[in-house]
């Protein structure tokens, strides 16, 4: 899986968007972008997935750069509890690895 | 939803003893993760099952055991706790192989 490189932390005003960056530059034609966030004592949560066309689910909306060596993950309207660290994972869809590999991830502050 | 629910959120248990820890999922997924997160390093798989009866070592699968008797549930089992074993213990679910995994709330477990 790819390697990737996120801010250590971010700060967002709640009811304002947060823009949550992601470089991927290595990434291959294969893999898609996958954003997870685990707040505190708490298991991880899946967010948001995509290969190359940007998505938009209830959560969150996913941009992914045409080139695709960057993504950026937003929360159109920030609340205190998006509070958490967020990662963002490059790997490739229903392929053999099984495992989630975790980088350092973003802690993203919501200020009231 | 996806719900994966686990046994307990909070564990103590005496070095030595042997500990069980269930996790079940109520979307007839496939696959079944047993994770554990420390401080610093991050999410390690021990071991995952992509059906029933069916598992595969992760990572870290010393000190541990599985059982997935029923598709739902997959068992973590701590043969003789160790102090080393103090953790968060995350279980995870997914459809298919490389598909985004849905996790229980954790286990933090303290072994004394």
């Known amino acids: 899986d790819a390697k990737t490189t996120q801010p250590t932390s971010m700060d967002c005003a709640e009811g304002r968007a947060a823009n949550l960056p992601c470089n991927h530059s290595?990434?291959?034609?294969?893999?898609?972008v996958y954003w997870y966030r685990q707040i505190h004592s708490q298991g991880p949560q899946y967010i948001i997935h995509g290969l190359k066309n940007n998505e938009t689910n209830e959560m969150a909306s996913l941009i992914i750069t045409e080139d695709r060596k960057s993504s950026t993950l937003i929360l159109p309207h920030a609340t205190l509890r998006d509070t958490a660290v967020y990662y963002c994972?490059?790997?490739?869809?229903?392929?053999?690895?099984?495992?989630?590999?975790f980088g350092t991830g973003t802690l993203l502050a919501v200020q009231p | 939803d996806v719900k994966v629910t686990q046994s307990s959120r909070y564990l103590v248990k005496r070095t030595g003893e042997k500990v069980f820890l269930e996790c079940v999922q109520d979307m007839d997924h496939e696959n079944m993760f047993w994770y554990r997160q420390d401080p610093g390093l991050g999410l390690r798989l021990i071991y995952f099952s992509y059906d029933v009866k069916m598992k595969e070592k992760g990572d870290i699968p010393e000190g541990y055991s599985v059982s997935r008797e029923k598709k739902e549930r997959f068992s973590l089992i701590l043969e003789s706790a160790s102090t080393n074993q103090t953790s968060m213990y995350l279980c995870?679910?997914?459809w298919g192989r490389g598909d985004e995994q849905y996790f229980g709330p954790g286990t933090r477990l303290t072994v004394t």
């Open positions: 995870a679910s997914s």
């Open positions: 290595t990434i291959s034609g294969n893999e898609y």
């Open positions: 994972i490059v790997r490739v869809a229903r392929g053999a690895t099984n495992k989630l590999i």
